[in-house]
C-alpha cells in the first residue's frame, strides 16, 4: 500500500518549534517515513528540504492560462469578448496584481463580463468590497426567507468581532490565522459563522490531534481559516483602521512596526481605503520609513482612486532613474513594479528603469523580466530606457533573444544598456525583433573596463562604440574571499565564445598549476582552465615563496594560452633561474612571449625589475 503525505501551507503552520513541528521536519528531510510520497507547499523551502526533491513553482494565472480560462469558462470562443475582459484588467492597473491570485482574477472575468454597470475599479478597496458584496448577495439569491435575508444583510454589515479576530492573527509573530471551532463560534456567534462558512469565506478542516481514545483510535478537531489570507487582511483592516483613528501618532507607529508591509501589504492598503482619516496617518508612517514612499503612493491611490491625485508624484518618481535593487525588500520590488503599471496605463513618461543584480538567471518568463524574487516586470509602453547590471550578469544567446524580445514590446523604448564583465555573445540576426530595427533601437553594452559596445541589429555582432571593430576583451581581477567564481565562470565563456581578454589578475590566490599545466587551482578551490584568448596575465603574490616547481607550472599555464602575450609576477620570491622548461621556455620564445616580474630572487632579496631570459632561463635584472 503507498501512502501520500500532503503538507500545505509550511509556511504558516503555527508549530514548527514544538516537538510536533520537529516530527513534519524529519518528514520532509525523509528522516522519517523515507517510503512514503510526501507533497508540500510552501512560500519557502525548509533549512532540511531534500536537494534531490522535484520542485514546482506556481505564479499565478499568466496570460495563456487567463485566456484558456476566459474561452472554456465565461465566453467560449467569442475572441471580442475576451480581448474585452482582457482589456479591462489592463485598464485596470491597481487589480494586476491582485488577479494573479486565480481566485480574485475568475471573480475579475466574470464581473467584467456579466455586470452591466461594471465599472473600471478606482482602487483594490473598491474591487474587493464590490467582490464581498457579491459573495453576500449571491447567497441571499438562494434564500427566500425575508427574516434569513434581514439576519444575512446584519452578519454582512456588523463584523466588528470577526474583524478583531482577524487583526490579532494577524499580529502575532506567527500569524496565527487558524482558529479551533468552538473558539471561533464562541466569539462570533454560530449563526454568523455559519453564513459566512456557506459564503465560502470561512473553511472547516478536520484536523488529527496527538491525542487518542481509550480504543486507541485517533481524535479529530475541528479547525477554521479563511479561505484565502486577502480576506483575513480585508476583514483585519476594518479594525486596523479604526486604531489609526483612535491612537496618537507614537501608539500608531509601535503598532505598526508589527505589520510588515511586504507580507501585509493588502492590509494597509485596505485600511487606508476604507477610512480616509485613518489612511492619512498610515501613509505618513509609511512614508517615514526605508522604502516606504513608492507603496505610499499606492495607499494614497487607495484613499482617492485618483490617478489625478497621486500623478504629479508619479511623474516626479518617473522624471529620474527608477531603480530596482537586489537588496530592496520585496515590498519595495513590488511597489515599483506596480508604479511602472500606473504609469503606463496613464501615459507618465519613464525616463529609465534600472535593473542592479536583481533579474533572475532566466532573465524573462511570459514575455515579461523575470527578478531573482520571483516578481514579474512587464513591457511598458511610456519606458523609454532599460540598464540592467550586475557583476555576475550573464546572457547566452537564448536569453538575449528573450531580453530583446521583451525591449520590442516597450512601445517607446530607445535603449537598452547592458553592464557587465566581458562582452556578450553574437545573436543571430533572424531572431532580432523588427520592430528593434524599424525604431532604430540602441542596445550597448557597457564593460567593466568602460568600454562601450553597441549590437549591430543588422548582423548581430557587438561593435566597439565609435568604430567597426567587433568585440574586444575586458579587465579582471580575481580576489581571494571575493566572488571569484563567476568571474572564472565568464572568462570561461569568453574563452570559449572567442571574445579577447586583454588582462587577468590574480591578487593574493597562490595558484598552483596541475601536472600539465592545463589549469590554475587558486587558493579559494577553484580552477582556472586555460584561456585561449587571453593577451595578458599578472599574478600578485605579496611575499610568496615559489619552488622552481611552481614556477614551471604557471610557465607551461601560460604557454598554452594561444593568445597571451606577457606574463608577470609581482611581489613573490623566486628562484634564480628555472630549470628542467626547456621545452616551455621554446614555445614561450616562439609567441614571442614577454615574462616579467617585480620580484626578488633567491640569490638577491630586494624587490625589483626583471625579465626572464627565454634562451637561459635566468631571472636578469632590467634596466
Not at 509601535?254 to 485613518?278: I, N, T
Not at 586555460?530 to 610557465?555: C, F, H, K, P, Y
Request: some cysteine; aromatic content about 8%.
Amino acid at each position: 500500500m503507498s501512502v501520500a503525505i500532503i503538507l500545505d501551507g509550511w509556511d504558516e503552520y503555527p508549530e514548527l518549534d514544538t516537538e510536533l513541528g520537529g516530527y513534519m521536519r524529519d518528514i520532509i528531510s525523509a528522516r522519517a517515513s523515507p517510503n512514503h510520497d510526501v507533497t508540500l507547499t510552501t512560500r519557502y523551502l525548509p533549512k532540511d528540504f531534500p536537494a534531490t526533491a522535484r520542485r514546482v513553482r506556481l505564479t499565478g494565472f499568466d496570460d495563456q492560462a487567463r485566456d484558456q480560462y476566459i474561452r472554456k469558462t465565461v465566453v467560449g470562443d467569442n475572441d471580442e469578448a475576451v480581448e474585452q475582459i482582457k482589456q479591462r484588467l489592463k485598464d485596470n492597473p491597481v487589480l494586476a496584481d491582485l488577479c494573479q491570485v486565480p481566485l480574485f482574477f475568475v471573480m475579475f472575468a466574470h464581473l467584467a463580463h456579466e455586470k452591466e454597470e461594471f465599472k473600471r475599479f478606482r482602487s483594490v478597496t473598491d474591487f474587493f468590497s464590490f467582490m464581498i458584496k457579491c459573495f453576500h448577495d449571491h447567497l441571499r439569491n438562494k434564500v427566500k426567507d425575508r427574516n434569513v435575508e434581514k439576519q444575512s444583510r446584519e452578519y454582512e454589515d456588523k463584523h466588528t468581532e470577526l474583524s478583531a479576530l482577524a487583526y490579532e492573527g494577524l499580529i502575532k509573530p506567527d500569524q496565527q490565522i487558524v482558529w479551533k471551532k468552538e473558539e471561533l463560534i464562541r466569539r462570533l456567534g454560530e449563526g454568523f459563522y455559519e453564513h459566512h462558512k456557506r459564503i465560502g469565506m470561512l473553511v472547516e478542516e478536520e484536523v488529527i490531534t496527538d491525542q487518542t481514545t481509550a480504543d486507541g483510535s485517533d481524535v479529530y478537531t475541528s479547525e477554521i481559516r479563511f479561505y484565502h489570507k486577502l480576506f483575513c487582511e480585508w476583514y483585519a483592516a476594518y479594525h486596523l483602521a479604526e486604531l489609526a483613528i483612535t491612537q496618537d501618532e507614537a501608539e500608531l507607529s509601535r503598532e505598526l512596526e508589527k505589520l510588515d508591509p511586504y507580507d501585509l501589504q493588502y492590509l494597509y492598503r485596505f485600511a487606508c481605503g476604507l477610512r480616509s482619516e485613518a489612511g492619512k496617518k498610515i501613509i505618513s508612517y509609511l512614508q517615514s520609513i526605508e522604502g516606504g514612499e513608492k507603496f505610499a503612493v499606492l495607499c494614497i491611490l487607495e484613499q482617492t482612486g485618483k490617478v489625478d491625485d497621486i500623478k504629479e508624484t508619479v511623474k516626479k518618481l518617473c522624471a529620474d532613474t527608477i531603480p530596482i535593487k537586489r537588496g530592496d525588500t520585496k515590498l519595495l520590488q513590488r511597489s515599483t513594479v506596480q508604479l511602472i503599471d500606473i504609469a503606463s496605463s496613464h501615459k507618465i513618461p519613464i525616463s529609465c528603469l534600472h535593473l542592479d543584480r536583481c533579474v533572475s538567471e532566466a532573465v524573462t518568463a511570459n514575455g515579461n523580466l523575470l527578478l531573482n524574487s520571483g516578481l514579474h516586470v512587464p513591457p511598458s509602453s511610456t519606458l523609454e530606457t532599460i540598464e540592467i547590471s550586475g557583476k555576475n550578469l550573464d546572457i547566452p544567446e537564448e536569453k538575449m533573444i528573450g531580453l530583446l524580445a521583451y525591449a520590442g514590446e516597450c512601445e517607446k523604448l530607445r535603449r537598452l544598456t547592458l553592464q557587465c564583465l566581458l562582452p556578450l555573445t553574437a545573436v543571430p540576426a533572424e531572431q532580432i525583433p523588427p520592430s528593434l530595427k524599424t525604431r532604430n533601437i540602441e542596445v550597448l553594452l557597457l564593460s567593466v573596463e568602460e568600454l562601450v559596445y553597441h549590437l549591430n541589429l543588422i548582423q548581430g555582432k557587438w561593435v566597439k562604440h565609435g568604430s567597426g571593430t567587433t568585440q574586444t576583451g575586458g579587465y579582471v581581477e580575481l580576489n581571494v574571499g571575493t566572488e571569484d567564481e563567476w568571474r572564472v565562470r565568464e572568462l570561461t565563456r569568453a574563452s570559449a565564445a572567442g571574445i579577447p581578454i586583454s588582462r587577468v589578475v590574480i591578487d593574493g590566490c597562490s595558484p598552483v598549476a596541475d601536472q600539465s599545466g592545463s589549469s590554475l587551482a587558486l587558493r579559494s578551490q577553484l580552477s582556472l582552465p586555460i584561456l585561449s584568448t587571453l593577451q595578458n596575465l599578472l599574478i600578485w603574490d605579496e611575499d610568496r615563496r615559489m619552488d622552481n616547481a611552481e614556477v614551471v607550472g604557471i610557465l607551461s599555464y601560460t604557454a598554452q594560452c594561444s593568445a597571451v602575450e606577457e606574463l608577470r609576477f609581482d611581489g613573490q620570491t623566486l628562484p634564480d633561474c628555472v630549470q628542467g622548461a626547456e621545452s616551455t621556455l621554446i614555445t614561450l620564445r616562439s609567441k614571442n612571449v614577454s615574462v616579467w616580474g617585480y620580484i626578488n630572487t633567491e640569490s638577491s632579496p630586494d624587490l625589483g625589475d626583471r625579465y626572464l631570459d627565454l634562451l637561459s632561463g635566468v631571472w636578469e635584472v632590467s634596466n
